[in-house]
């Protein structure tokens, strides 16, 4: 829809072809696993696309590596290993000086005793491919040692202090619009704008810019979680990509533009007016209630009267059965609510959460 407003023509790259065609997309490449996807320009004809863009985690690397082959950027396959590979994001923010938590590369030999001696406990494992929390797990045990860390892993010692996010759309290295996300409850919960003191905002803003030059990113849309310490803030991840959790609904709604519309113009050369500063504060809660079959769902009515509520969405009824939730983009239905202030915004994502209540076989 944001590509029809600015006159775009969409050709969509995915590992399966849909039934039928979204509106608004010309036509569809169908490459199977995204990852080990690499498209052949002469694909498009003899048309060259204007740009390329990765909306998810796993085409962030294809995407990248299409740019290269169609000469509309020079290296950003490199770049795109060092956006999506922990490992290699680490070592890089790490060289250029940027504090992150200290870390361990699995090589299919280190014990858990030694990761705990070297780290402390409580410490982090996460897969150096992916995102959105899938397959981590915290070790906050000495009863939970006996393991080895394998290769395609990391361990993370644990940081201390507000988990939070910024989201930013880039152009030849200006940042156009630079957005904070607060999690309310993380993995559960988020605010837009977070209310932070305006010198937090420009010590996030100088890291944002410390993580881009590290990791060699220019252009496009970027999502860097970062953790806000006792003195001063510390790098988590950054993704090359828009965020999820229904982060970019709440930025439309609280600064009044469609952040989609902007990345899709930036990339592609089209003039457009940057946002101003938000106007009103938006949040969302999402819903899961674990792994069962769903024997009765209640509380639905007592949310829509929620005051500040703009869109209630449910997925699920009873007799559904739920899956487990393996990641953060994982959710049975959503409740996105707006408000003058963000601690009104806060009530209201906790009265939803206290309101709906799922019984599960």
Known sequence: RAAARLGLRVVQVVERAPPRLRAGVERVLEVGPLRAARVDPRAFGSEKPAAVLALTEAAVLPAARLRDALDLSCGDATVAEHATDKLQMKQAVRRAGVACAPMVAGDGRIRGRELAQRLGLPFHLKPRLGSGGRGRRVVADSDALDFTLEEGWIAEGHIHGEEMSVEAIVHGGRVLFVNFTRYEEPGWANIVPAPIERPVAQELEALLQRVLAALGVADGFVHMEVFLGSRHAVFGELAWRPPGG??????????????????????????????????????????HPGAGLLRSVEGAEAVRRIPGLVSFRLRVGPGDRIAPRAGVGQDVGYAIFVGEDPAAVARAIEASKRCLRFELA
């Open 246 to 287: 229904r982060i970019m609904e709440l930025i439309e709604l609280a600064y009044g533009f469609d952040p989609w519309e902007l990345w899709q113009a930036s990339a592609c050369g089209v003039p457009v007016e940057t946002p101003g500063p938000a106007r009103r504060f938006a949040g969302v809660r999402v819903f």
